[in-house]
């Protein structure tokens, strides 16, 4: 500072360790307020008073078993895509290319779907439905992550453009296949249901879920117990750590991002082949970018996620239940979201840091001096993201 | 000929909300904050000038004040856009919130905040209209200058588009000129390159993130309102406009951060955008075309990065945040 001023009564102070208990109590309360927040301004929008709201927000998420249903499947489907995008982000890799990714995946159940459908048995269908929309995904998410191993390309960047390129290849593809008039490709093979996802235990929604549930097992798993999560999370801590411990750094980027983009590419075979039956440019809603959200405020972990999805979903449904039947707007589920990520994401600094009184300084100096082993630095890097 | 004049008017009508999401954007990134709320901005931005006109036109019976229906949109929208960015700044730059999930979020609340207001503003209101058809303030937003229609093609070429485009190329350049050339300009770029050293040169960080951040979102939301007054007269649809701001965030590499590059090269996409109008050439060329601003987008991004230049690399802690006592 050019001149001195008079010191600041506070100043902020990284916290060094915080108790779960805390930091849950920081969350859930900022979690209240949002909510107190969203009642509020649903009151002031439509007229209701608050109590009316929590039954019709209730109502649109739950009302009956198929509601449910249907809030479990997209639950299970923001959760998987949370999910996907999961060990990219432990590495520090951005991916904001799960739109893409899944697109890609779609796409190419789609293209197996229209083309061979009806000529090929069903079993090996399905195999290249799998075959086709995994191998695309993992495409989509190979692209950067080759560029960003080999030149450093900001991958946050590469991604987003990927998105697009991904949207208009499936422009393509529908105007290609449906040439004149609506450009819409209807439900796919309707009659014959070639490439259709079975469905279990005699509900069309069970296939999802259960995928969902295995994989967030699996990934919890995988990037906490086994090795290559361990190179995946010291690469996201500090390439040279990694470099120096002998870690090829390129090549956990280019793999790990694989495993994201198949596991969306899986998404999008779910999305076309068991849930919509059909493709359009925008099967994904926003989910991809929803994702990356879900999947930081749980703090990448896949447990956390569940709840958070829920959520999300939750509050996307009550919204638009009740947005209808005031007759307004079906985007007022986007703005409560909005405000609700708004406290979330503010929230996070409280976990982070504290704000300290002028007299602590000589303290908060000393703890920060302390010195600590690579698998606590790593834990309190870790939650700065 | 004419179809040529038709098509340049077209491509420089689309570039021009292009360009101020890329100049907005360029500010941003240039003091280290990557804003992926631009989207949203630019809805919001749109939306509040839309509020702002629709009350005031349902008020007024007679005439219009010209003052008035110019400056209520322009004020509001600034204002819209200001407040969204400093919520933005407020959680990444205060907070030290993550800056790609905070500008997410910006997105999923700024559409949602310009589709709910596109869809239930009528209704809200209370207004006798059946559309939000804006076309008596639009009016004056498309006012091109008096003589354009005088001097042939050239006329129809450079002057004839409302002023709001002509501000638009002036804010790029005074953006290019300011960051290049001032002390203000050089003190945001240390910011962006590296917080550390500017800080301990005694430029106060957070005051110049924070001054090109929000000044960045006022001057991208502009561009949602030119989008809605000029280039459509007025006429909101939800959704109507489309994938712009994500086109503007591509245009910021494509330009590699430099905003007077960006006037030519927000018309070299917009003319991609509706290229397939002006010389049809079958729905299915149609798709690619309007692929390629993306991939040539990429093509840039990953030549740059080959060739390590560093005056064309991304400022150096762009996405990162600055707390003083993490060294």
Known sequence: ?385 | MVGIIAFIQGAIGQGIPLLYGCTGEILSEKSGNLNLGIPGIMYVGAMSGVIGSFVYENSVAGELNPFLAVAIPILCSLLGSMIMGLIYGFLTITLRANQNVTGLAMTTFGVGFGNFFGGSLIKLVDAQVSSISLSRTSSFFTKTLPFSGKLGWFGDVFLSYGFLAYVGIILAIVVAVVLKKSRVGLHIRAVGESPTTADAAGINVTKYKYFSTVLGCMIAGLGGLYYIMDYIKGVWSNDGFGDRGWLAIALVIFTIWRPAVGIIASFFFGGLYILYIHFPMGMVMNEIVKMIPYVVTLVVLIITSMRNKRENQPPASLGLNYFREER
């Open chain 1, 1 to 385: 500072m050019k001149k001195k001023k008079h010191e600041k009564l506070f100043h902020m102070v990284k916290r060094d360790d915080i108790s779960t208990s805390v930091r849950v109590a920081i969350k859930l309360g900022a979690i209240v307020i949002a909510l107190v927040l969203c009642a509020v301004i649903t009151t002031v929008a439509t007229g209701y008073n608050p109590v009316e709201v929590f039954f019709s927000f209730i109502d649109g998420a739950f009302g009956s078993s198929r509601k449910i249903w249907i809030t479990m499947q997209d639950t299970a489907i923001l959760l998987l895509i949370s999910i996907a995008l999961t060990p990219a982000f432990r590495m520090r890799f951005w991916n904001i290319g799960g739109e893409g990714q899944i697109l890609m995946g779609g796409l190419g159940a789609a293209f197996v779907m229209m083309n061979f459908g009806e000529s090929l048995p069903s079993g090996v269908v399905m195999l290249l439905m799998i075959v086709s929309s995994i191998f695309l995904g993992a495409l989509w998410g190979f692209i950067p992550a080759i560029c960003k191993a080999k030149w450093n390309t900001n991958e946050t960047l590469s991604t987003l453009m990927l998105n697009y390129i991904a949207t208009q290849l499936v422009a393509f593809f529908i105007v290609y296949k449906v040439p004149s008039g609506s450009a819409v490709i209807g439900i796919i093979n309707q009659k014959t249901r070639a490439g259709w996802m079975p469905e279990l235990f005699g509900s069309k929604y069970m296939l999802t879920i259960l995928i969902a549930v295995i994989l967030t097992i699996s990934l919890y798993f995988y990037v906490n117990n086994s090795k290559q999560g361990y190179e995946l999370r010291v690469v996201g801590e500090s390439e040279k750590t990694a470099q120096y411990v002998g870690i090829k750094v390129g090549w956990v980027i280019v793999r790990t991002m694989i495993i994201s983009g198949a596991l969306c590419g899986l998404v999008g075979l779910l999305l076309v082949g068991s849930k919509d039956h059909t493709i359009t440019t925008t099967i994904t809603r926003g989910l991809g970018f929803t994702a990356i959200m879900v999947s930081w405020m749980a703090k990448f972990n896949p447990f956390i996620m569940i709840p958070a999805s829920l959520l999300i979903v939750f509050m996307n449904k009550g919204a638009n239940n009740m947005a209808s039947a005031v007759g307004l707007n079906e985007s007022f589920g986007e703005i409560l979201l909005g405000i609700i990520l708004f406290f979330i994401i503010g929230s996070e600094f409280f976990v982070n840091y504290k704000i300290a009184i002028k007299k602590d300084r000589k303290k908060n100096n000393s703890e920060k001096s302390e010195n600590k082993g690579l698998t606590d630095v790593s834990k309190n890097k870790y939650e700065k993201y």
